[in-house]
């Protein structure tokens, strides 16, 4: 079983920056992309970020410029730096692991969520 878990949410004013991570933990063989997703009340959840294992990325148009997403191969996390945070940022934000090849047991392809963690930009 993978689990993902989410860490680095928070109360920020306007203006700041947070970073979150996420570690993804089990008997992982390989992740082929890991992102950021975001959902307020009402609405669907959106893309923020991904990166592949490859180290490409992409971002939602209401990001790109003041967030950046990294990952970490080897620990199987990724993070995502918010900088210059506006109120409609505010919502809570999970992480994704998509493509996971694990070999206890043996799986190809599956996808997992993290529990989400709230990000509030507020003054």
């Known amino acids: 079983q993978v689990q993902l878990v989410e860490s680095g949410g928070g109360l920020v004013q306007p203006g700041g920056s947070l970073r979150l991570s996420c570690a993804a933990s089990?008997?992982?063989?390989?992740?082929?992309?890991m992102g950021w997703y975001r959902q307020t009340p009402g609405k669907q959840r959106e893309l923020v970020a991904v990166?592949?294992?490859?180290?490409?990325?992409d971002y939602a148009d209401s990001v790109r410029g003041r967030f950046t997403i990294s990952r970490d191969n080897d620990k199987n996390t990724v993070y995502l730096q918010m900088n210059s945070l506006k109120p409609e940022d505010t919502a809570v934000y999970y992480c994704?692991?998509?493509?996971?090849?694990?070999?206890?047991?043996?799986?190809?392809?599956?996808?997992?969520w993290g529990a989400g963690t709230l990000v509030t930009v507020s003054s």
């Open positions: 994704n692991a998509a493509g996971v090849h694990t070999t206890v047991p043996i799986a190809y392809g599956m996808d997992y």
């Open positions: 990166v592949t294992s490859g180290g490409s990325t």
């Open positions: 089990g008997s992982i063989f390989s992740i082929r992309a």
